[in-house]
């Protein structure tokens, strides 16, 4: 029996829309991620899904992404004249859906991690990104992979997509403090990508390059000033904002109490805030608990980068 965590993610880290993604966990040591239970079974496959978030999840088991992961790998299994082993998957769902917190990636990530060590191995690591990423477009409607190329492979990566490689880990500031407010209320992905606009003015695209080409560079270069400055978004926050309970007031409280760069957790409406040390971070996340929570399903964590990324649990 193994069981596999898939940590939760957050994805754009706002100047880098659907290229930018950096896996989190809480510096508490708590688990916010979903874990996959694989073990041998008498028949050819069961599927159970367990946890507090289970109730938002469809009831057809064939609509649950994991089931869907399942089907996936057997049939590229096949396709390698292997057959997939009798098993029992076990989806303990610790994620809130429609978050912004990567809650679909986790569930597919510690799928396909799981089933793939449980058959020792048959498939490569862009391989495996590869069936992680079609499997997410189908929930939001296009692949990306800023979520489940963090969440399976750790730290920070950015979406190079070429030469054979999907994402490259870029270099971050371990430093850095993450404060993530959930407000607690459901923002689905594929509608936070539907009303984007189809296209850019000329001084957006010049902006947006500016911003993702300096932002790397300052990585590159340990300038973490300039890394902070640069985290600007001309592409989804503008037009997402209007999602989240009271953004720009909350987003400028937190500016006001030290953080370095405040913006929206994938497609929200999780909002993230970087501070530079745990003093600044406490105050951030006293602040976001009073203020950014809807109800007692929020939650605010103070989280770090999380290096491993998707991992087997003791
Ligand atoms: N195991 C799963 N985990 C999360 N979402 C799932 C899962 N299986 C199916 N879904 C569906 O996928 C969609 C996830 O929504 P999305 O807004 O993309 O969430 P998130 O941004 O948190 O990944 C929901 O409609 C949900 O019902
Ligand atoms: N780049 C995507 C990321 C969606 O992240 P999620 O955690 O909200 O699923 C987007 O911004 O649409």
Redesign the pocket.
């Known amino acids: 029996m193994l069981r596999i965590y898939a940590p939760a993610s957050s994805a754009n880290i706002s100047v880098g829309f659907d290229t930018l993604g950096a896996a989190i966990s809480p510096i508490d040591g708590s688990l916010l991620g979903?874990v996959i239970q694989i073990e041998d079974c008498a028949t050819q496959f069961e599927f159970e899904?367990v946890g507090y978030f289970v109730r938002?999840?469809?009831k057809e088991p064939q609509?649950?992404?994991?089931y869907q992961a399942y089907v996936l790998f057997s049939e590229r299994l096949k396709l390698r004249n292997q057959l997939v082993k009798p098993l029992r998957l076990t989806?303990e769902?610790n994620?809130?859906?429609?978050?912004?917190?990567?809650?679909?990636?986790?569930?597919i990530v510690a799928a396909l991690v799981a089933l793939n060590q449980f058959h020792q191995d048959p498939f490569s690591d862009m391989e495996l990104l590869e069936m992680m990423g079609g499997l997410e477009g189908r929930?939001?409607g296009s692949i990306h992979y800023d979520?489940v190329a963090p969440c399976y492979m750790g730290g920070v990566q950015f979406m190079v997509q070429s030469l054979g490689s999907i994402c490259q880990r870029l270099p971050f500031f371990d430093n850095w403090y993450w404060v993530l407010a959930y407000p607690g209320i459901?923002?689905?992905?594929?509608e936070a990508r539907a009303i984007l606009p189809k296209s850019y003015t000329r001084q957006d695209v010049i902006s947006h390059g500016r911003y993702l080409g300096s932002f790397v560079h300052a990585c590159h270069t340990h300038q973490e000033n300039l890394a902070a400055v640069m985290m600007k978004d001309v592409i989804a926050e503008p037009y997402r904002q209007q999602l989240l309970p009271n953004f720009a007031e909350v987003k400028q409280a937190a500016q006001d109490l030290g953080a370095l760069a405040t913006g929206i957790s994938?497609?929200g409406p999780t909002m993230f805030s970087i501070a530079p040390d745990l003093t600044i971070a406490t105050k951030v996340a006293d602040y976001l608990e009073k203020h950014y929570l809807q109800n007692n399903e929020g939650f605010v964590h103070i989280c770090k980068v999380d290096n491993q990324g998707a991992r087997q649990l003791g």
Do not use: F, H, Q, Y
């Open positions: 979903d899904s938002k999840l469809p609509k649950n992404i994991v989806l769902k994620m809130p859906i429609g978050s912004g917190l990567g809650s679909s990636a986790c569930s929930i939001s979520n459901e923002v689905s992905t594929a994938g497609s």
